[in-house]
């Protein structure tokens, strides 16, 4: 599902690409961590792969993800997880996350924004009591599409005090997943954050 955004001229949304500069604030968003979407807290049998579908996880806004796994290091493998969830419009995405170190433990982040996580489907290890959670990231999606990575970002500020350092940012013209900032100053579950960025997308 797509919505309208874009830039409003004459009380309409333009119908043509035409780049312009875009704000967005987030209230309070959370602090990154390992767990605090889900934990196991017994790890089990890790070692035969298994799905979480139990319920849908939604983050506080939509966001990168972490996976972590620990508790046995020794049995931990070098394997991928695949997430599945949806996008800031609701669109369904999946992503194959990126490999577990072997025998260490190991934290791995997501390069899309998720709005809800619908599953995630865990890789086999070596054996069991492998201790498997899900967590937020650093990485707060932008709403809309754009180009040029870090360049995209023309500014950030937490409260009222602007980022003298740039954020870090990804983007792509094709994929609003894809397109989320990393603010320099962490994120602490109190501060409202904001950055200013460039966009033509008028859908």
């Not at 939509?62 to 800031?88: E, F, K």
């Not at 937020?136 to 932008?142: D, K, Q």
């Not at 003298?164 to 579950?189: G, Q, R």
């Amino acid at each position: 599902m797509k919505k309208l955004r874009g830039r409003l001229v004459a009380d309409a949304i333009e119908s043509t690409s035409k780049p312009y500069i875009h704000a967005q604030t987030w209230a309070a968003p959370a602090a990154e961590d390992t767990a605090n979407i889900f934990s196991m807290a017994d790890p089990g049998d890790t070692s035969t792969a298994f799905t979480l579908t139990s319920t849908v996880f939604t983050p506080d806004f939509p966001r990168t993800i972490y996976l972590y796994a620990s508790g046995s290091t020794d049995h931990i493998s070098a394997c991928q997880a695949v997430m599945n969830g949806t996008d800031i419009d609701d669109n369904t995405i999946t992503e194959t996350m990126p490999v577990f170190t072997v025998n260490a433990a190991s934290l791995v982040t997501s390069t899309k924004a998720f709005k809800t996580i619908t599953s995630i489907v865990s890789p086999k290890h070596s054996a069991a009591s492998v201790k498997m959670s899900v967590g937020y990231g650093p990485s707060l999606g932008l709403d809309r599409m754009c180009e040029g990575g870090v360049q995209a970002v023309v500014g950030a500020w937490k409260t009222s005090t602007g980022e003298t350092t740039a954020s870090a940012a990804t983007s792509s013209d094709t994929d609003v997943s894809l397109c989320h900032i990393n603010f320099n100053t962490a994120l602490d579950a109190s501060a409202t954050y904001g950055c200013w960025f460039v966009t033509d997308d008028v859908r």
